[in-house]
């Protein structure tokens, strides 16, 4: 998620840095993939970066 908003903060000039999020509730689950989508999702779309440098996006 980091490396997502630091995509987009760079587009509007704004540094983004990760932090160390052990300390949240379910940092445990987070941490072993427990919010990612399954093997067997079917992903559909863009990638983040295809969205991010489509000619329609105005970060102004």
């Known amino acids: ?3 997502a ?3 987009l903060g ?3 000039g ?3 840095v ?3 999020g052990s300390g949240m509730p379910d940092a445990e689950i987070a941490a072993n ?3 990612l989508p399954s093997p ?3 992903l559909a779309g863009p990638t ?3 969205w991010l440098d489509a000619p329609e996006r105005d970060f102004s």
């Open 14 to 16: 704004i540094k983004v």
């Open 48 to 50: 983040f970066q295809e």
């Open 1 to 3: 998620m980091a490396e």
């Open 33 to 35: 993939g427990g919010f």
């Open 40 to 42: 067997h999702a079917k």
């Open 5 to 7: 908003a630091g995509l």
């Open 10 to 12: 760079a587009r509007r």
């Open 18 to 20: 990760g932090v160390d």
